[in-house]
RNA sequence: GGGCAAGUAGCGAAUCGGCAAACGCGACGGACUGUAAAUCCGUUCUCUUCGGAGGUAAUGGGCUCGACACCCAUCUUGCCCA
């Protein structure tokens, strides 16, 4: 169930129940796709770095370790033993991230394993069957994302296509749920909107799923080539289309930026491999903007990542030590990196959702904006130039 | 003191008489949007107007059309023997 608590502007404060717990949203999902967040996150650390919701991936436990083998043990939250809500993806992103080698059929998608290279085939039926297997909060739709440079006519075919395997995801997915063995008997459905950047697709597409009385509506097909500005006129453009009553979901995206610009425009739900990735990569999140960890001028800096930060990270630990961390390859500098970003990101949006209850999310978003600019402005630190000298002798 | 071996980029090295420094590491910088990503890309002797220009094989000499390579001496380092 659905619940707008409070509307400011088209930013909406809600509520959505499920079977694993209440969602609050505006919401990050932890990108944790096979079944684990990179980096070394545990399910016990997210309890302490504001995350509500776990996304998994259809397609990379179909493979690995198998969603058979998870089904044997009790589903996904018992073999991860996580109580939060899980989105699963439906493998469809994979057939555009995977392209090389795919055919895209009436049926599905033949395509070969990332990891042997073996034939696989998934259409809409298997995708709903592995994540029935999964047992997840929330089943994504099996979709086809067509590139952001697709023709207008190749766009037009794939997101026809797209609406087929819809019905039948939905047709599926209610079979499965009232099989007596299923693990989740109230798994959720969400359908994706797709059309890349044209209107016209991308509107008669919104209106056709809308029509399917799903749980969630998904916005996908966006952050694939695409510059911001026509990302922002997409949902400009479709939010509007999408039924009201129920939850937007904005694939992918992305950054703490593109988010604030969404939560404007309406959407709910938000998941990126941003902040586990560039956490991994000593990329940084901070309100002041983002730093690269890695540089020479935090050799020295005996400060947090971000003061006043109450991650794990920033609650004990310098950027010189982190650094170090990281340079010597430890494991605890890349977990303690993805938990920060992680922080940032699940924190920021839930001052966001505190800024939309008090109707300022417009100031909100303003001032983070430029807060996160502030930062290609500051002068080389002098902590910096002080370890500079002294290596010089 | 004697014998043997080795000295090439910050480090490890390739070049085995014919464009020196490939390749790896390290260092420095960058990228990453429903994760084929602990990944990938660029730079890394000097100068440069980014088109290029110049320099270097421990040191000095020699043989040779031509030497990092062969010879001699010196220095340094390692190992062995006294």
Redesign the pocket.
Known sequence: MYKILKKDGNAKRAEFTTVHGVIQTPVFMN????AA????VSTEDLEGIDTQVV?S?T??LHLRPGDELVYRMGGLHKFMSCNKPILT??G???V???A?TRKIREEGVYFHS??DGHKLFMGPEQSMRIQSHLGSTIA??F?E?PSAKAEHEYVQMSVDRTTRWLLRCKKEMERLNGLEYTVNHDQMLFG?N?GAIFDDIRIEHAKRISEFDLDGY?V?????GES?EEMYHVLDTVVPFLPENKPTYL?????PA?ILEAVERGVDFF????P???G????LYTNRGHI?I????Y?MDDTPIEEGCGCPACRRYSKAYIRHLL?A?E?LG?RLCVLHNLYFYNHMMTEIRQAIEKGEFSAYKKRKLEGMLEFDSQPVSQDYNIARNWRKG
Request: include cysteine.
């Open positions: 990108v944790a796709t096979v967040i990179k980096g070394g996304l991936n397609y990379h993806d439906s469809g992103f994979q555009f991230s995977l090389k990332h990891i994504m739709a979709d994302c994706i797709q998904a996908g097909g966006l952050a694939v911001h694939m992918g995206v992305g950054t593109n998941d990126c491999v941003y586990s990735r560039n991994r990569h000593g990329h690269n890695l540089n020479a001028r050799e340079k390859g494991m890349m």
